[in-house]
């Protein structure tokens, strides 16, 4: 059980730019929400702060029951995909998927088996023997997906994942990362500035302007406004 529950959020920063506003949304189990708006509305930062990768200024973030404000992003049961993939280039594919596990010591047998699966769903068996650099960027893309597979975290984090692929494949990979979501059932967050994204890629929408929530409901829901 994964709900999580954004209770009048805030971030200041240091320089004093209030970048979100007293953000209360609650993300259900299972639930896929992409928070969408604007270059500068506060996306990133309210997914950095759910990742802990930003300290909340004010407000409580409790996932899957727990207040997490003051808990490492390693002690958050969370997975990220960025839209750098920041894959290890000396590396081979299976290498990178299976990075995070051989750091928390699991062991070798799980680790290939943990691998293997997330490179089937992701239709990457034939590239598992691969350095990056040998890699189409839709294929790098799943990479990095698979690399936040592997953990089994209770939550996605993604940012603009597909902001650097071109328009063909974004399509190709919003369809993909849509049944993804669905088969594995992980509660996801989802960043972009992309309305048509947006539109077509979550269960429900969260739309934000200048640090605030603005508007929240289904794609359909949003269409008919
Ligand atoms: P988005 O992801 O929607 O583009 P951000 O969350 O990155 O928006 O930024 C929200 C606001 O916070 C913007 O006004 C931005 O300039 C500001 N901001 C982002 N990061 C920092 C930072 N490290 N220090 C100060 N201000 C920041
Ligand atoms: P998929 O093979 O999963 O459908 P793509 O459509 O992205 O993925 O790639 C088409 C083919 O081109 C693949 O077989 C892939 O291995 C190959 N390919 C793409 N970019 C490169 C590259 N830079 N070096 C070698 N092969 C590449």
Redesign the pocket.
Known sequence: MAEIVLDGITKRYPDGALAVRHVDLTIADGEFVILVGPSGCGKSTTLNMIAGLEDITEGTLRIAGEVVNDRAPKDRDIAMVFQSYALYPHMSVRDNMGFALRLAKVDKATIAAKVEEAARVL??T??LD?KP???????RQ?VAMGRAIVRDPKVFLMDEPLSNLDAK?RVQMRTQIAALQRRLGTTTVYVTHDQVEAMTLGDRVVVMRSGVVQQVGSPQQLYDE
């Open positions: 239709d990457l034939r590239h691969r650099a040998h890699l189409s960027g839709g294929q799943r494949l």
